[in-house]
């Protein structure tokens, strides 16, 4: 028999189909709208029987999507925020009745709304995610989001601030002693900030001179070598009196816990050091471009950030120019110069 019930401050339904027990979540702390998923389970189940394919609304399927897909937390709040937004145009249809028309539809209300064309772009990325999973679901055929033309949609220019030699030594000379380490060895590694700050001390190995991320924002673990300046922070960190004993994070709290961040001494720092337009992120940035402006390659900088392609390291390309004028130089060699002289004459 069909009932429904409360767990945990959500209602579920269960029911049995062929001799099987289904239990699924309303996703709902009201026990009427938890009624109605159950009777549109049922009529879904009953539909497939007869051999119908069942038509979803799209609050259940991202109520599913947001519930089993294999996401990182923060990609999942993204996410969240982004339906909430789409729930405003898509809820109470059927997902095979979203289509281009819809889509310009929520396109044109969140521009309405003043949010900009990347917003709008992290919105619909989302909804392709969704429909994609729908699709082996067995609830869509096609991705509506794939045929939408997005031209009018300006993609942004990534972010490249970074500090000038003078800036860095301001803002280390203004910055408190628990700031000053985490700022170097961001600075000298292009570590992520979450990268830094769950960075375990076993994690570290001084004799190899390098760190080991087993967690990585793409999945693969890689391997980060230490400059000087890199160990010299990292030795500091551990010998500070202050510290507490068998401390597993490197950044540990008085009280043994983790920083998430020093985003209030970071800023005080660069209020002090009057640097405008920084972001923690920036350190990440100008590790990479002194990395470039020091002769460094585009593979190598890519595999000590850890990006999955080198394509996503070229917007450090323009800050070296020399091998480009070396290039230019040895392919010159072979262009017939006395006619181009004489010619000139």
Avoid at 86 to 114: N, P, T
Avoid at 261 to 277: L, W
Avoid at 308 to 325: A, F, G, P
Wanted: with cysteine.
């Amino acid at each position: 028999m069909a009932s429904v019930y409360k767990r945990g401050g959500v209602f579920w339904v269960r029911f049995r189909v062929n001799g099987h027990h289904v239990r699924r979540s309303a996703h709902t702390a009201k026990k009427p709208e938890a009624a109605a998923f159950l009777q549109r389970l049922l009529g879904e189940y009953a539909a497939k029987a007869r051999g119908d394919r069942p038509r979803h609304l799209y609050e259940d399927a991202a109520a599913r999507f947001l519930d089993e897909a294999s996401i990182r937390p923060k990609t999942l709040a993204c996410y969240a925020t982004s339906n909430r937004s789409c729930l405003r145009v898509f809820a109470g249809r059927y997902l095979d009745d979203i289509d281009r028309r819809l889509i310009a539809e929520f396109v044109s209300r969140r521009k309405k709304d003043g949010v900009s064309d990347t917003t709008v772009r992290r919105d619909l990325a989302y909804l392709s995610s969704m429909c994609t999973l729908a699709i082996r679901w067995g609830w869509l055929d096609t991705n509506p989001v794939t045929i939408f033309n997005k031209r009018s949609l300006k993609e942004s220019r990534p972010r490249t601030r970074f500090l000038t030699h003078a800036e860095y030594e301001a803002l280390l000379a203004e910055a408190a002693e628990h700031v000053r380490p985490a700022i170097v060895l961001a600075t000298a590694t292009g570590l992520r900030k979450e990268e830094l700050f769950s960075l375990t001390v076993t994690a570290i190995d001084l004799p190899r001179r390098e760190i080991v991320l087993d967690r990585t924002k793409s999945g693969t673990p890689r391997r980060v070598p230490l400059s000087d300046a890199a160990i010299l922070a990292i030795q500091r960190v551990i010998a500070d009196k202050d510290r507490p004993r068998n401390a597993i994070y490197l950044f540990t709290k008085a009280d043994g816990g983790r920083y998430g961040d020093v985003k209030k001494g970071f800023a005080a720092a660069c209020r002090r050091a009057r640097i405008t337009g920084l972001r923690w992120h920036d350190l990440r940035h100008t590790f990479a471009s002194w990395f470039i402006q020091s002769g460094g390659d585009l593979y190598h900088l890519s595999r000590i950030l850890g990006h999955s392609t080198v394509q996503m390291t070229t917007r450090y390309s323009h800050l070296r120019t020399q091998d480009i004028h070396i290039a230019m130089e040895r392919a010159a060699q072979n262009w017939p110069q006395d006619r181009l002289t004489n010619s000139a004459n």
